[in-house]
């Protein structure tokens, strides 16, 4: 009985940590609505001309519709560059269609391949950030949707002069397959609830790679991006110099999403894993922290390792139940955002994209399949990203994985298994 | 070179995608044709009674809905991809051999053509409206789902000459016999779930209008296959 009370303490630890994730989250949505007016209203904001660059690599979900929203920005003077490596790149077909439909906009399509560090978004913005006209930078992947107030709002924090960098909260929407169901939730509640958690309790930044808008002479004073060619985590690592310098990171309320609508559950349990890896490699100990911040995890626990009894099972029926409830308020709070609304209008997002309610009697299901992914980095040091195998070091510093030797076997067997479950 | 796609299902027969939905997802990806093809089926055999009774068919009743469907997708698809659309359908014999079995698509097809004809009334008939003629899956597929079709590639020399193209490769199977007996070719996906987007697929080096295209296969100059893989 002991083991099952220990559990529950954690439990509770855990359920109280997503309350402060979920308070989080709500004052932070919260903010976003008060301020609108003072971001584009009455107030002369100066909004410097940007270089936007969207590296390219294969075909996102609704990839036409994300590329095609960066040319709508309501905002004066800006350019964007899509950087590809090659022009086999099926997105390269996409980026000819966009920069066709808009003749008028300052659009630049890169094919240049680029060798430079390990990291292959890194290698591909290399090219981009040279021929980038402008001061600003805006780094925008290419699987999110923006509003046209989208640039203006973040621009306006870059007012003050000891900004040196400003991110975005993500929101994962669409879903018409497991993976993807499963990738939204774990978006909209684990990683936005973190974020939000981080920046406003710990006044810790915590850049995603997915927006990031920066000066060109405070990205080149940390050695540009030659200095994290090599880790995985590039934007956290470019957070992190940016403090070290003494510059402020800024989360910016304006929501973004990215949309996910045919993850099959591999690729879930493939970036989980991988993102698993460099939290565990950078975060080191406070690795610990997701594993009791899982409480739908640790209230199965006593099912396996005490008994399956009534009680037990209650128990973690009940947790379940609340982690259903806190996800769709979470929800709720999310689709309440007037940028929401304004990309409905716009028809920019159909309804279908929409989280439909019972995909949240998921949610369980999906903390139970990231509680046994915490696992892997403990057992496992490399990666494999966009087909390439690395070992992951400290900060996320990657290292090629070597294909002779010792211990290569392992790596050989694996792939051996992996080609033939495929 | 344009990148084409001629065999796709929607909800209006077996596909799993509704006709909006399925134009997204291609013009997403950036294609730049598209057929809309879905089943007719044959109403004389138990197998097409089946698709009958569980509405896995466009028949004369519903025809005019979809092609009007179609035409108004195709202005969408125009004004925000840039992609052109042909409607067509599968015409599909099924029966339980194999080599009595055969689907034919018809793109560009102006009236509806039931799928219980003769093969001779339908491939006149689709020649009356200036349709394209494609045998399609003509030979032994890998795919343990679906049924081979074995009746016009086994009939060949009675009906090669009623046929514009033959499918060389379809979705993840390539026919190699079509090659070694030279026959103009085209590539499709046979397209009914999201992932099947990911197939083989036919580039044309032409202007994308459906009369350059049509052409363009008829000769079969300019006309390539590949392998559309993210």
Redesign the interface.
């Known amino acids: 009985m002991e083991i099952f009370y220990i559990f529950l303490c954690i439990t509770i630890l855990g359920l109280t940590g997503y309350g402060f994730q979920i308070w989080a989250i709500r004052t932070t949505l919260k903010e976003e609505g008060a301020g609108k007016g003072k971001e584009y209203g009455s107030e002369p904001v100066p909004f410097p001309a940007v270089s936007i660059l969207k590296p390219l690599k ?2 996102d ?5 994300n590329l095609e929203s960066i040319c709508l920005q309501d905002y004066p003077e800006y350019e964007i560059i899509f950087s590809l490596q090659d022009y086999n790149d ?2 390269y ?2 980026v ?2 966009i920069k ?2 808009y003749p008028d906009k300052n659009i630049t399509i890169l094919v240049e391949q680029c060798d430079d560090g390990l990291n292959p978004k890194v290698n591909n913005l290399i090219p981009a950030y040279r021929i980038a006209q402008y001061e600003h930078i805006l780094i925008s992947d290419s699987n999110v949707i923006v509003d046209e107030h989208y640039l203006k709002s973040i621009v306006k924090h870059m007012a003050e002069p000891d900004v040196g960098l400003v991110s975005n909260i993500i929101t994962g929407i669409g879903g ?2 497991l993976g993807s169901v499963f990738e939204n939730l774990h978006l909209n509640s684990f990683i936005m609830g973190s974020v939000c958690f981080l920046d406003r309790f710990l006044k810790m930044p915590c850049v995603v790679g997915k927006s990031m808008l920066m000066k060109k002479a405070d990205l080149n004073a940390i050695g540009g991006f030659k200095a994290v060619k090599d880790v995985l985590a590039e934007d956290y690592i470019i957070g992190k110099k940016m403090q070290a310098k003494a510059k402020k990171v800024i989360l910016s309320k304006h929501l973004i999403r990215n949309i996910n ?2 993850w099959g559950v591999r690729r879930f349990l493939n970036r989980h894993t991988r993102w698993g890896k460099l939290r565990w490699k950078i975060g080191g100990v406070s690795y610990v922290s997701e594993l009791i911040g899982n409480p739908v995890f640790m209230s199965f626990l006593p099912i396996v390792l005490y008994e399956p009894s009534r009680i037990t099972m209650s128990f973690a029926m009940f947790v379940s139940s609340l982690k259903i409830l806190g996800d769709m308020w979470i929800g709720k709070l999310i689709t309440r955002q007037d940028n929401w609304s304004r990309l409905h209008e716009n028809g920019k997002l159909n309804s ?1 994209l929409s989280m439909n309610p019972l995909w949240y009697f998921f949610a369980p299901v999906k903390d139970l399949i990231i509680g046994f992914i915490w696992f892997v980095p403990l057992i496992s040091n490399t990666v494999v990203w966009r087909g390439n195998r690395y070992i992951i070091g400290k900060d996320s510093l990657l290292s090629p994985c070597p294909e002779s030797g010792f211990w290569s076997w392992r790596y050989r067997l694996l792939d051996a298994v992996k080609t033939r479950l495929a | 070179m344009l990148l084409c796609d001629f065999h796709i299902h929607t909800k209006y027969s077996d596909g799993s995608v509704e006709l909006r939905r399925t134009v997204d997802l291609f013009g997403q990806a950036g294609f730049d044709v598209i057929a809309i093809t879905d089943h007719v089926v044959n109403g004389d055999s138990s197998f097409g009674k089946l698709a009958h009774r569980f509405r896995f068919t466009i028949n004369e009743q519903n025809f005019a809905e979809y092609m009007a469907h179609i035409r108004e997708e195709t202005e969408r698809a125009r004004n925000k991809y840039g992609m052109l659309i042909i409607p067509g359908v599968e015409i599909s014999k099924n029966y339980i051999s194999s080599d009595k079995s055969a689907h034919i698509l018809l793109i560009d097809i102006k009236e509806f053509i039931p799928a219980c004809w003769s093969y001779e009334k339908i491939f006149l008939e689709a020649k009356e409206q200036n349709a394209l003629i494609v045998a399609c899956h003509p030979h032994h597929s890998s795919e343990t789902a679906t049924r081979d079709t074995l009746f016009l590639w086994n009939n060949r020399d009675k009906y090669a000459k009623y046929i514009d193209a033959w499918e060389i490769a379809n979705r993840d199977d390539v026919f190699n016999v079509i090659s070694l007996k030279k026959y103009p070719y085209i590539a499709n996906s046979d397209f009914h779930r999201a992932r099947h987007i990911y197939s083989w697929k036919t580039l044309l080096n032409c202007e994308k209008n459906i009369d350059s295209i049509k052409q363009c296969i008829r000769h079969n100059k300019g006309v390539a296959i590949t392998l559309f893989r993210n």
């Open positions: 294969g075909l979900d609704n990839l036409f519709d099926p997105a077909k996409v000819r269609k066709d439909k018409r397959s609508e045919y279908a």
